[in-house]
């Protein structure tokens, strides 16, 4: 099987390739923005099924030399993550987002690729009444502009769908934790400061309540939907962890045996959604897929992987593993295959 994973460089891409490499054939395009860290898959890579193509998914003559004709399926990670950022700018994330998802469908379909699946967010659903869980079939609300971008993504691939007859899924996971995720998001953030005893942010009253899956866990998932899913269906992929943010950190500073007083109280984001909890009922009826990873213990894996690798930590705050590719791999064109 020849998969096509875009994004592949990131947090939850990196573990889906690890999970599948030596089970396909990987072609991994990544443009290798601030997110895409190449460190996330030392491992995977010595895989000789494994290759990486540096370009961009808005650049659809780059994607189309990428793709093999054999393509069986297509992984859509690649995006603009991060809420904070489409605040401060919403522009990367309608290109890369939007228009990276429709070239990403068009060229699937000229390459007859088999299978098709989107990797989209809860966040598309918007705040979740206190007792409220996201299901399938509800509507979409965007609060962000980065949610906005993920909802309009997932419109382009329904119409694919409908219009040109693609095979395509959609999964919508909670938020993601576990190793190698980018310190900016809150859990690695908040490790690697509490790790050098610096404060944690905390936005507004930190009574925010978030979905915990472990990456681990998203990824066996995706897998499954990959393989078993219904053509043109949307699963949820969630952890049934609902917890306030404050919690979480309190857990956090726990087990690290620090003080509450690390806890800082900044500004609330603007439009900052009060709840997410996704309804994963379907995934589980449908696939036999459930979360097995407990919150109590993937949170501690993950302590202590921050803890065993600052160096990764030291690697992405430096801005050290970006300097790493163009010393190894030197300026190359977008499209050209780098490994
Ligand atoms: P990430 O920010 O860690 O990684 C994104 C990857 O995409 C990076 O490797 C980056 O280099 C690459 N990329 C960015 N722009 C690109 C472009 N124009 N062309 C090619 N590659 C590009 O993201 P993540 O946390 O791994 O998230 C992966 C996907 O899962 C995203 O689609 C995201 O919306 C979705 N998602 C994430 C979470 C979460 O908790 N992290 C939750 C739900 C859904
Ligand atoms: P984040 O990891 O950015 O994920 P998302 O916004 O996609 O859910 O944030 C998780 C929650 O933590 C969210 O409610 C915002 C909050 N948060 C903080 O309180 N402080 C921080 O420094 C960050 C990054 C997030």
Not at 19 to 24: D, E, I, L, W
Not at 313 to 333: F, I, L, P, T, W
Request: net charge negative.
């Amino acid at each position: 099987m020849t998969i096509f994973v875009t994004g592949g460089a990131g947090f939850i891409g990196s573990e889906f390739i690890r999970q599948m490499a030596g089970s396909a054939r990987i072609i991994n395009f990544d443009k290798l923005t601030y997110a895409g860290n190449l460190d996330n898959l030392t491992e995977a890579a010595k895989d000789p099924g494994y290759s990486l193509v540096k370009g961009d998914v808005c650049d659809a003559g780059a994607v189309m030399a990428a793709m093999p004709e054999d393509c069986d399926a297509v992984v859509h990670f690649a995006a603009e993550s991060h809420v904070d950022r489409s605040i401060v700018g919403a522009e990367e994330f309608v290109l890369t987002n939007v228009l990276g998802t429709q070239i990403m469908l068009e060229v699937s379909r000229q390459r007859r690729v088999k299978r098709f699946l989107h990797i989209s967010t809860d966040e598309v659903g918007g705040d979740m009444p206190p007792d409220g869980w996201f299901k399938e079939d509800d509507p979409l609300q965007a609060s962000s502009p980065y949610a906005a971008s993920k909802a309009s993504a997932e419109l382009f691939v329904r119409a694919a769908a409908r219009t040109h007859g693609m095979n395509t899924l959609i999964t919508r996971t909670s938020n993601n934790y576990g190793p190698y995720q980018f310190p900016e998001k809150l859990l690695p953030l908040a490790i690697s400061n509490v790790l050098e005893d610096r404060p944690i942010p905390v936005y507004g009253d930190g009574m925010q309540v978030r979905d915990w899956v472990h990456v681990t866990d998203n990824c066996r998932a995706l897998r499954a939907v990959l393989e078993r899913g219904r053509v043109g269906e949307t699963y949820h992929i969630g952890g049934g962890n609902p917890l306030p943010n404050i919690e979480v950190l309190r857990t956090l500073l726990k087990t690290l045996g620090k003080p509450e007083s690390l806890m800082t109280r900044v500004t609330d984001r603007p439009g900052h959604d009060r709840r997410y909890a996704v309804d994963f009922t379907k995934t589980t009826q449908e696939l036999g897929w459930k979360p097995e990873i407990s919150f109590a213990d993937g949170l501690a894996q993950t302590i202590r992987w921050y803890q065993d690798n600052p160096e990764w930590v030291r690697r992405c705050r430096s801005g050290e593993y970006r300097k790493y590719y163009e010393q190894m791999y030197g300026a190359r064109e977008a499209g050209a295959s780098v490994l």
